[in-house]
């Protein structure tokens, strides 16, 4: 959403003008209407996107569907608690240090510095709504919570490429000490331009919670043409939301459902990852529903977590976003392409991981893991025993040259405690679910990308079913990327293309591993500016969900290998 705050409020304006005005030429204007509605063609209004099927299908029954927005999230009661007794043992040690009396305050006014930390803490939420404003008036008590929210900043961000984090109470000190704690604060922040547009289109819906929301009718479907009340608010919505531009909201036309109309309905269902046809169907409702209020708690969620990230990226780079289901491939964070991606369902949702593409294989094997086992083999094998051998299931000990195969010839075999540490894998082969490819990437929960047989499960909207790791629209686009990245990449090429008419297992080590961020932003701007909002697949827009993320990866700053990887 491009949004103009002065174009939106003479929008409203010019809707809410006294109808009076039209007295002796109503018939007239009328007439013109009407005639306008039956010729106008859509290059009348220009259409803002094309008809796209990006986002979720919730595949329940409509009275069951609903979009998760936490609209009763405390931030008072979790992350200003984060290691709460901090303040108490160590903002003393650093006004000690330091040799000062307060660290944000000159006189009775908080420095810039002050200032300018006060409002980055309001706006990732780690404050909460009128917390503040709630302390106490002492600076004692205000200086020590803010300090507690640079700790929690300095802890929680990653100043390159890698995992270190720096030790917060030196840097404080120092930073004191130089008197450069406004440069902390900038270098603590996120560089990246997601993160500022994100925060712009925050203060945006922060002046759009003064205007009514008025709730549709979940039953009315307008049709095109129709002119009724409920259009009158669903036009009011779509031009505070940017989507439709102001000029088109006229006194003729502001409660009519026009093609300016169904193009600005496409327009908000892409932005909001659903299925774009102009239709305003039950989800479209909900999606209305949601207040500026909700969604502001909702950016404000998704800014804290670009403290998950590098502060910016350098060079090339692979960007997974699970609620958006898409990949794409950025070179100094600048997207190059994209593709559709399948993820983790609820019950096996995929983790945020920060990690590299170490190797392509082509051809791979397939271990299912323990519960994949549980859940979808061990059934089948008691029902069919020749079932695993027809699909290309073998029994393996050890890797590489050393590997020892054994055919599954006996229905007695207990599936999850193979005798002699051998394993369940799958042949390469048309059975297989990582397809032609692979894409290993060193993690401690054996997530990667792969191919996948079933493509037509990318032209489903709602994407949250595999059972953990990612699968590709496009696998063949992202080996051509990493391989023509490498100086024997004619060679790379060869062996692939040989590789994928035969069956045998190849692997390519890549010189230069390309890292990959896995995130889980359900709030984010694209490259043309446009406020985008996607589904809260696996209910992580809360704090307590969040704070967890973040010890998490404070205490694993490191990425291991897990041995299924290999």
Known sequence: MKFNLHDSLIG??????????????????????????????????????????????IPVQVQNIRLNVNVDAAPLNSFVYHDRDLSDRVYPKILLRTSQNRLWYHGNELTQSGLMLLNILKDIGWLGDNHWESLPVDQVSRDRILTQGIYFLLQSSRFDQGNMHENPVNTLVRSFKLDQELDLIYRVLPRQKGFWQLRKHLHYYQQLQQYDWPSLDPDFVPKLGQRHQQIGHLRHKLVLLGDLPSQYQTQARFDVFDVVAEDALQRFQARHGLVADGKL??????????????????????????????????????????????????????????????????NNPTPVLSTQINRLTVNPTWTPTPKIIMDDLVEEYKQDPSYLSRKDFQLVKGY???????????????????????????????????GKYRFNMPNGYAIYLHDTPGKWMFRKPYR??????????????????????????????????QAKKQSDTRMLYLASP?????????????????????????????????????KNILSNPVITLSQINL
């Open 12 to 57: 409203q304006l010019s809707v809410s003008r006294n109808m009076v005005h039209l007295c002796s030429g109503y018939v007239v204007v009328g007439l013109l209407a009407i005639i306008l509605l039956m010729l106008s063609p859509r290059s009348f209004a220009k259409p803002f996107l094309p008809k796209l099927h990006s986002g979720f299908e």
């Open 281 to 346: 169907g039950p989800v479209t409702h909900l999606a209305l529903g949601i207040s500026p209020k909700q969604r502001t708690q909702q950016i404000k969620f998704n800014l804290l977590r670009w403290f998950e990230l590098p502060r910016s990226f350098k060079g090339q780079s692979v960007h997974v976003n699970i609620p958006s289901y898409q990949l794409q491939y950025r070179n100094n964070g600048r997207t190059l392409t994209s593709m559709k991606v399948i993820v983790g369902n609820k």
């Open 400 to 434: 590489w040259k050393n590997k020892v195969i054994k055919e599954i010839n006996s229905p007695d075999y207990d599936l999850l405690n193979l005798p002699n540490d051998f394993r369940l894998v799958q042949a390469p082969g048309s059975f297989n679910p990582l």
């Open 464 to 497: 949250a079913l595999s059972h953990g790791c990612i699968r590709l629209e496009q696998p063949e686009l992202l080996a051509e990327i990493l391989v023509s990245q490498s100086e024997k990449s004619d060679t790379e090429r060869e062996i692939i293309n």
């Open 514 to 550: 390309v890292p990959v961020y896995v995130t889980y932003h359900t709030a984010w701007v694209d490259d043309s500016g446009e406020m985008n909002f996607n589904q809260d697949i696996y209910n992580l827009d809360n704090y307590s969900a969040l704070l967890t993320q973040f």
